[in-house]
């Protein structure tokens, strides 16, 4: 029983499936993109990849790597051209990605024997995906942390002028704000005269002479 094995052997012996695998690398290399099934796409994913991420040394200023990452690469693909081309151009266009250099579309089934067809190709030579993407930035923990050292500066820099601006625009405020009318003074009352004690109602004159 083949429990927990992994590897596809597609068939063929171990010598027969490296030489494939190794046209099948070279010749993604050259294309940039291949049609083949899908179970040898899978498997040149994995193959491919490994050999794509060593031939990124010499972008990082490493030659002795660059060197010894050369003749690996040479020992599985066995083509000078091959070589040279993904450590020219394809290291150089893929330089900025951690992984995931290839992508696997399925195309639908063959007409001759039904099997299962894909395209695999190189991610960062599609020209029709990457047409309307920005490349991103990379992030580090150190921008993430220098960002918010600027962050709180500035916001330390508004309150210390919030401070500063509060007494100006309060001693203003109070400047312009209309002077407080001063309540008018109540006239006093005029009160009536008051009857002296003893007066008696007044006596009202008749003429006699009329009656």
Not at 69 to 76: A, D, K, Q, Y
Not at 157 to 167: D, G, H, I, R, S
Request: glycine residues 6%; positive net charge.
């Amino acid at each position: 029983m083949r429990h927990g094995k992994k590897v596809n052997h597609l068939g063929r012996k171990t010598a027969h499936r490296s030489a494939m695998l190794a046209n099948m690398a070279c010749s993604l290399i050259e294309h940039k993109r291949i049609n083949t099934t899908v179970a040898k796409a899978k498997a040149l994913k994995q193959f491919i990849e490994p050999l794509i991420t060593k031939s990124k040394a010499e972008n990082n200023k490493s030659l002795e790597k660059g060197t010894h990452n050369r003749r690996i690469v040479f020992r599985n693909l066995r083509d000078k051209y091959a070589v040279s081309e993904l450590f020219s151009t394809v290291s150089e266009k893929i330089g900025d990605r951690p992984g995931g250099y290839t992508r696997i579309i399925k195309l639908g089934n063959r007409l001759g024997d039904n099997a299962d067809m894909a395209m695999i190709e190189l991610v960062d030579f599609n020209e029709i995906y990457n047409a309307g993407k920005a490349k991103k930035k990379k992030s580090t923990r150190r921008s993430r942390s220098s960002k918010k050292a600027e962050t709180t500066a500035v916001a330390t820099e508004e309150k210390k002028e919030a401070e500063v601006e509060a007494p100006k625009a309060e001693a203003a405020a109070e400047a312009k704000a209309p002077e407080a009318k001063a309540p008018k003074a109540e006239k006093p009352k005029k009160e009536a005269p008051k009857k002296e004690e003893g007066e008696g109602p007044k006596e009202t004159k008749t003429d006699d002479s009329k009656e």
